[in-house]
């Protein structure tokens, strides 16, 4: 079992609509929850981090966690075209002494104009 | 503020050469580590430098590989020989003294090795 989950995709939307990413996690003692965008060729960018249960709201970006599924998700409003990239969703677990990222194989997202 | 620099963006090396990458943290950084992309593959740990001492290199794939991190600035990775399934992507990425859970790692953009 992989340690962190990805649907690749591609994942296509039009322009203004809402984009909606997801992620699942294996190991309960994952902490830290990262969302890394990254355009081709270009270093992972991070766009959103998240620690605790619930909702966080940057701009026109979302991170939801839910620590009992073992889930976060990435929402996208307002999509727009510079929006497509290759969104990566990276895991820490830092309780267990490893300060490493666990990533998954990222989701790919077209915005279409 | 400078990010991560990585060193080359490109190599193509024969099986059996030696190449050896050049990743330069964020100023003030304590903490670098490298990761590796192969093709169609998640972006995997190699290891975790703090200062210029070895806290995790859990994620070498082999005594082929050899980092280094002297004086506690930039880093080197070195493969020696080279082989074909070393091909991908190598990330640095730094992040401050990471005592908290909150601790950010910011990425480089990698070096493309090409090994035929």
């Known amino acids: 079992q992989k340690e962190v989950e990805q649907n690749s995709g591609p994942l296509s939307v039009p322009e203004g609509a809402i984009a909606s990413l997801n992620c699942t996690y294996s190991?309960?003692?994952?902490?830290?929850f990262f969302w890394y965008r990254q355009y081709s060729g270009k270093s992972p960018e991070l766009i959103m981090s998240i620690y605790s249960n619930g909702d966080k709201e940057d701009g026109r970006f979302t991170a939801q966690l839910n620590k009992a599924s073992q889930y976060v998700s990435l929402l996208i409003r307002d999509s727009q075209p510079s929006d497509s990239a290759t969104y990566l969703c990276?895991?820490?677990?830092?309780?267990?002494?490893?300060?490493?990222?666990?990533f998954g194989t990222g989701t790919r997202l077209t915005v279409i104009p | 503020e400078a990010g991560v620099t990585q060193f080359p963006s490109h190599s193509v090396i024969e099986k059996g050469q030696t190449v050896t990458l050049r990743c330069d943290p964020i100023?003030?950084?304590?903490?670098l580590y490298w990761y590796r992309r192969v093709m169609g593959k998640e972006i995997k740990f190699l290891l975790h430098f703090v200062k210029e001492s070895k806290q995790d290199e859990s994620g070498m794939p082999n005594n082929r590989f050899l980092a280094e991190r002297t004086g506690g600035t930039y880093s080197t990775l070195k493969v020696q020989p080279a082989e074909l399934e070393d091909s991908g992507v190598y990330f640095c990425a730094s992040s401050q003294e990471g005592t908290g859970w909150t601790d950010t790692q910011y990425f480089g953009p990698g070096t493309r090795l090409t090994v035929l």
């Open positions: 190991d309960r003692g994952s902490q830290s």
């Open positions: 990276a895991v820490n677990k830092r309780g267990t002494g490893a300060n490493n990222l666990f």
């Open positions: 100023s003030g950084h304590d903490n």
